[in-house]
């Protein structure tokens, strides 16, 4: 019995290290602020930018702070997931690449995703509380959107 008990916990061991080494996320951090980062793009008041860089940085821009479980599979492949798949839909870092309609677009969802809590990522939330919006944080936000959003469409109109 001891022996068989000895060998799952050899194979659990061995396991756990193999998994380290499978699918690790690129965890490149961008030291200096990108040319396309979106405080080169639109006016972002400094309240805005606290509020994003706080809840919303770690998954849509390349400054990413990766807490010390997201270097350790599995969990690492969950974070990895969340921050891939959030970059991808809008990376702050990378505003500029984008067309005006999809910044339009973007700047709409944001007070939407936050109006109905669907953003910050609530499992986010339970390890990040500080992340969370005050309800103050989410109308400085909203208006912000509305703001940029409107100086868009005034620019496309032109
Ligand atoms: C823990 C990671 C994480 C955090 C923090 C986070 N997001 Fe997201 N966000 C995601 C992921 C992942 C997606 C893609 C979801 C999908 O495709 O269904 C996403 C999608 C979005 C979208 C696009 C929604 C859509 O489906 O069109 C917006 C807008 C957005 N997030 C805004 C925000 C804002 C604003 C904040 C901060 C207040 C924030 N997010 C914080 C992970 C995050």
């Keep these: 019995m001891k022996r068989i008990l000895k060998i799952v916990l050899f194979i659990?061991?061995?396991g756990f290290i193999v998994i380290q080494f499978i699918n690790r996320p690129d965890k490149t951090i961008l030291a200096e602020t990108?040319?396309?980062d979106i405080t080169k793009h639109m006016q972002v008041p400094e309240n805005v930018q606290n509020i994003l860089k706080r809840s919303c940085y770690d998954c849509h821009s390349s400054h990413t702070k990766?807490?010390?479980y997201s270097h350790i599979a599995p969990a690492s492949w969950l974070v990895g997931d969340d921050v891939t798949n959030g970059r991808k839909k809008m990376n702050f870092s990378e505003w500029g690449k984008i067309s005006?309609?999809?910044k339009e677009a973007r700047l709409n969802e944001v007070c939407e995703q936050i109006t109905?809590?669907?953003m910050p990522l609530p499992n986010y939330l339970i390890?990040?509380?500080k992340a969370k919006?005050?309800?103050?944080?989410k109308d400085i936000l909203c208006r912000w959107a509305e703001e940029e959003v409107k100086k868009l469409e005034e620019k496309d109109s032109e």
Excluded: F, N, R, Y
């Excluded at 919006?133 to 944080?137: A, V």
């Design 12 to 14: 659990l061991v061995v």
């Design 34 to 36: 990108a040319p396309d």
């Design 66 to 68: 990766w807490p010390w």
């Design 100 to 102: 005006d309609s999809k």
């Design 116 to 118: 109905e809590g669907e």
């Design 127 to 129: 390890l990040h509380s």
């Design 133 to 137: 919006l005050s309800k103050e944080d």
